[in-house]
């Protein structure tokens, strides 16, 4: 069974602050995606990546970075924590480009910026 | 980009019964791969079924089935004998290209 698992279920924050959401999944999957979760709006893809040290933009990937060092590590950075980041962030993986295969995602961080 | 639309941001269903699900979405692209997700309460997102859009025969998992009109790019999902367990947000996705895009959801109530 594949497993992603995100570091953190629940998280605070405090505005400004620099914070790190890590993600790590065990297939040895190539791709690897940041969403952020809202009521009403969906799953909203933040950062992508298809290999190590790859990333591609999102649809929303204002206010955060991305770091992938390693193939199983994917790690979403907010630079300077807004409370309009306040949000559930869901991580998830899926084997190599063009398979067409389904993504598997991690249990979710809920992170709340005061 | 493409988009997907899930008209229905909430729906209920009597424990036994039927329930459908309704999903569209907008494509130029020929090849590409439509899913249907369920989030429980506070669990992880799994995968319900998938639909390879080259497949004209509409995929069944179980309780699970979905009906696919490719020329109304309309990708519905039917859940029969309804159960307990089936409450959940329920996310259809649309997969082309290199991207994924997720609908806004449809949370289903089981009442028993």
């Known amino acids: 069974d594949v497993k992603v698992t995100q570091s953190s279920r629940y998280l605070v924050k405090r505005t400004g602050e620099k914070v790190f959401l890590e993600c790590v999944q065990d297939m040895d999957h190539e791709n690897m995606f940041w969403y952020r979760q809202d009521p009403g709006l969906g799953l909203r893809l933040i950062y992508f990546?298809?290999?190590?040290?790859?990333?591609e933009k999102g649809d929303i990937p204002e206010g955060y970075s991305v770091s992938r060092e390693k193939k199983e590590r994917f790690s979403l950075i907010l630079e300077s924590a807004s409370t309009n980041q306040t949000s559930m962030y869901l991580c998830a993986s899926s084997p190599s480009q063009g398979a067409h295969q389904p993504q598997h995602f991690g249990d979710g961080t809920r992170l709340s910026i005061l | 980009a493409q988009t997907v639309t899930q008209s229905q941001p909430e729906m209920s269903v009597q424990e036994a019964e039927t329930v459908t699900l309704s999903c569209t979405y907008d494509?130029?692209?020929?090849?590409?791969?439509l899913f249907w997700y369920k989030q429980p309460p506070s669990r992880q997102m799994i995968l319900v079924i998938r639909?390879?859009?080259?497949?004209?025969q509409n995929a069944t998992e179980n309780r699970f089935s979905v009906n696919f009109q490719k020329a109304a790019k309309s990708f519905s999902l039917k859940i029969s004998d309804s159960q307990l367990g089936d409450a959940a947000m329920y996310f259809c996705?649309?997969?082309?290209?290199?991207?994924?895009?997720f609908g806004t959801g449809t949370s289903l109530t089981v009442i028993p």
């Open positions: 494509t130029s692209e020929s090849d590409y791969y």
């Open positions: 639909q390879e859009a080259y497949k004209q």
């Open positions: 996705a649309y997969h082309g290209g290199n991207q994924f895009y």
């Open positions: 990546s298809y290999d190590v040290k790859m990333k």
